[in-house]
C-alpha cells in the first residue's frame, strides 16, 4: 500500500510540475545566471523538514491526486527547479524505503512517456538515494533525484536542455538538500 501510495504521488507530482516548461519557455539563453548574480536563496518552507538553494523565491503548487506533500518552483536561466515531498504513512525501514525507490525507478519512464539515460546511486540530503535523468518527447531532459528520510520521500528536478541540466547552476540545486534531524 505504501508502496503504491508512493508510486501515485510522486508520478502526479512530476507530471503536475510541468516537466519540460523550462525549455519552451525560456529557453537556453533566457535570464541571468542566478549563480552569479547572487540570487540564490535558502529556501526553508515552515513544516517543510529540508532545506534547499533555489534561485530566487520558489512558487508554491498545490498538490492534486490526494497526495499529502507539497511543491515548490523556481525558473531562472533555462531551467524549472523543483522540490516536493510526499508525507509517507510510516517512516519505512532502510530496505522499505530502497524498494521505494526502486519501483519508482521503474514506473517513472512509463508514468512520464520518457526514455531513462541515467540511473546512478547517489547520497540525497545525506541519505541513500538515486539521481536518475530522462529524456522527454519533446527532447527536454529531466534530472532527478530521490530519496526517502523520516516518513517522506522527497524528490528535486532539473528541467531544461540537455546542457542546462548538467549545468553549476543545476548541480548548486541538486547537490544543496539538507534534511532536519
Known amino acids: 500500500m505504501t508502496r503504491s501510495l508512493a508510486y501515485c504521488g510522486l508520478v502526479g507530482l512530476l507530471l503536475f510540475c510541468g516537466c519540460g516548461k523550462a525549455a519552451k519557455e525560456g529557453g537556453a539563453g533566457g535570464g541571468t545566471s542566478a549563480t552569479n548574480s547572487g540570487e540564490w536563496k535558502t529556501f526553508d518552507p515552515e513544516q517543510g523538514k529540508f532545506s534547499v538553494l533555489m534561485p530566487g523565491t520558489p512558487e508554491e503548487a498545490r498538490v492534486k491526486g490526494g497526495v499529502t506533500g507539497k511543491q ?16 509517507l504513512n510510516k517512516s519505512p525501514s532502510a ?18 512517456n520518457a526514455t531513462k539515460v541515467g540511473d546512478d546511486p547517489k ?16 527532447k527536454t531532459r529531466l534530472r532527478l533525484r530521490i ?13 531544461g536542455t540537455k546542457e542546462l541540466v548538467n549545468s553549476i547552476n543545476a548541480n548548486t540545486f541538486l547537490d544543496s538538500l539538507k534534511l532536519a534531524p
Not at 72 to 87: C, F, K, M, P, R
Not at 147 to 159: N, Q
Open 72 to 87: 515548490w518552483s523556481a525558473q531562472a536561466d533555462g531551467l524549472t527547479y523543483t522540490i516536493h515531498y510526499e508525507v
Open 95 to 112: 530496505e522499505e524505503a530502497e524498494r521505494l525507490i526502486d519501483n519508482e525507478v521503474d514506473v517513472l519512464p512509463f508514468a512520464l
Open 123 to 138: 547520497l540525497v540530503g545525506g541519505q541513500s538515494g538515486r539521481e536518475l535523468a530522462f529524456e522527454l518527447k519533446d
Open 147 to 159: 530519496c526517502v528520510a523520516g516518513g517522506r520521500m522527497y524528490s528535486l528536478e532539473a528541467t
